[in-house]
């Protein structure tokens, strides 16, 4: 039986071409600066997103952090969208390393500039946790992959910076968001003071994301890298894995995108609730009303058959489409699981 791994857009294995320029890159101790693939990787994706400089960690929830500690000091309150990957996916780190505090804004992840203003806190109040920092996930991924709209984006970082803040933007699937929208990423980066990109998604690395923002910001965030223990040595090896998806150019998302949407057709089709306007990228979030089987259920029952998905909430699923996976491997997964999801 093929195993059709829709679990998450994490599970890609590196292509042979990809493994073969890891294996080719040339490298040195990044800790010295002289790890010449890091350095290109980092300047390339500064140039993409039209920042001054970049730096390369070795996951998105470091980025993140690290993100945190160079915008906030601890008691701080940082206004994120509903249900963020930094509050419900970081085991707790935003608390336990930045000691920051949550406001959510808005629903399904999204929210606008007068959601930010109800959340909005001011610095020098008694009893108020200031508000120095907003949070965008963009794409949203509990949202079901939705794209952050950029004028809200705009409104949203210009309101915080107004009043003294900072703006931040976990774009883990960026590349998601501009082949979806069709604006290019620095367009999407660019309200932002320190932004991060994942290469360990859709890209299809095996690991890695990249933090860019002002030169000064990314200098600080070296030093918190390494209090992280995120300091590698030859990670050359693993940054030439970004550059060749970067030399390969990330259109084939439109693919997984295409993917999405035709399992999510098929879902909607069985009376589990999906909303069609949110599959926008390469994600699709159904919930399970009471008179079809859990998620559990839904989830056990399409891996006897091989089709792996993840069960989000007890009534809520998540399939994700990626580069291993093909669009008749999608169409067969979508059939497999309406009749998971019909099966009494
Ligand atoms: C996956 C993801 C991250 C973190 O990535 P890791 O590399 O798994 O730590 C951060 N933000 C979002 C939105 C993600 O989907």
Redesign the pocket.
């Known amino acids: 039986m093929t195993r059709i791994d829709l679990r998450s857009d ?1 599970v890609t294995l590196p292509s042979p071409a990809m493994r073969a320029a890891m294996a080719a890159a040339p490298v040195g101790d990044d800790q010295y600066g002289e790890d010449p693939s890091v350095n290109a990787l980092q300047e390339r994706i500064a140039a993409l997103l039209g920042k001054e400089a970049a730096l390369f960690v070795p ?3 470091m980025a ?1 952090q690290i993100g945190l500690q160079l915008l906030t000091r601890p008691g701080d309150e940082v206004v994120v969208g509903a249900e963020a ?1 930094i509050t419900w ?1 970081e085991a707790g780190a935003s608390a336990f390393n930045a000691g920051v505090q949550f406001a959510v804004a808005g629903q399904s992840g999204l929210f606008t500039a007068e959601d930010f203003e109800a959340a909005f806190k001011p610095d020098g109040h008694v009893v108020f946790p200031p508000t120095t920092l907003v949070c965008i ?1 963009n794409t949203h ?1 509990r949202g079901g992959g939705v794209v952050f709209p950029q004028a809200d984006v705009a409104a949203i970082c210009a309101a915080a910076q107004r009043r003294g803040g900072h703006a931040y933007l ?1 774009g ?2 960026l590349f998601n968001a501009a082949v979806a929208s069709g604006l290019d990423l620095a367009t999407l980066a660019a309200p932002f003071d320190v932004v991060s990109v ?1 290469l ?2 859709g890209l299809g690395c095996p690991a890695g ?1 990249v933090l860019a923002g002002r030169r000064a910001d990314m200098l600080r965030a070296v030093r918190a890298r390494r209090r992280f223990g995120g300091a590698m040595r030859q990670s050359g090896i693993l940054a030439a894995a970004g550059l060749y998806a970067l030399d390969q150019g990330f259109g084939h998302l439109a693919s997984d995108h295409a993917n999405a949407r035709l399992i999510a057709g098929r879902i909607a089709q069985t009376g589990a609730a999906i909303d069609l306007a949110t599959v926008q990228t390469n994600i699709v979030i159904f919930r399970l009303p009471a008179s079809l089987p859990e998620a559990a259920t839904v989830v056990a029952r399409a891996a006897e058959r091989g089709v792996l998905v993840s069960a989000f909430a007890p009534r809520t699923v998540r399939a994700t489409t990626h580069l291993d996976v093909s669009a008749a491997a999608c169409a067969r997964a979508a059939d497999i699981l309406a009749e998971a999801i019909a099966a009494g």
């Open positions: 994490t996951s998105g929830t993140n990957h996916h996930e991924n976990d883990a699937r994942a360990s998604k994301s």
